[in-house]
């Protein structure tokens, strides 16, 4: 089993940047795809983004393509959301998501352990 531990949250103003990093325990990350997805109050959860378990296959949410990118550090046990361009719509809660299934994933129940989230503002 994997534990997930998001961090970096903030409040931020728009057009800022943040950078979310999600650390995991347990030995299986490295052949892990992740997720990143994120809840806005009163909203469902939604997917933001999408790697391998290599690093080598990425994949964005329409909302967030070229604003933000994923990208993880295997020997570290980490994961990172660089987020650039940031909208007053981006707030919500960001969770990272891990499976063991070798292939896109981008709905919640095809993901098998998250974290706790971490909130991200974005005032306007």
């Known amino acids: 089993q994997v534990r997930l531990v998001e961090s970096g949250g903030g409040l931020v103003q728009a057009g800022g940047s943040l950078r979310l990093s999600c650390v995991a325990s347990g030995p299986t990350f490295r052949t892990s795809t992740m997720g990143w997805f994120r809840q806005a109050p009163g909203k469902e959860r939604v997917f933001v983004a999408f790697?391998?378990?290599?690093?080598?296959?990425?994949y964005y949410a329409d909302a967030v393509r070229g604003r933000f990118t994923i990208s993880r550090d295997n020997a570290k046990n980490l994961m990172y959301l660089q987020m650039d361009n940031l909208k007053p719509e981006d707030t919500a809660v960001y969770y990272c998501?891990?499976?063991?299934?070798?292939?896109?994933?981008?709905?919640?129940?095809?993901?098998?352990?998250w974290g706790q989230g971490t909130q991200v503002t974005v005032s306007s």
């Open positions: 998501a891990g499976s063991l299934r070798d292939e896109i994933l981008t709905r919640i129940n095809e993901y098998d352990y």
């Open positions: 790697s391998s378990y290599s690093g080598g296959v990425i």
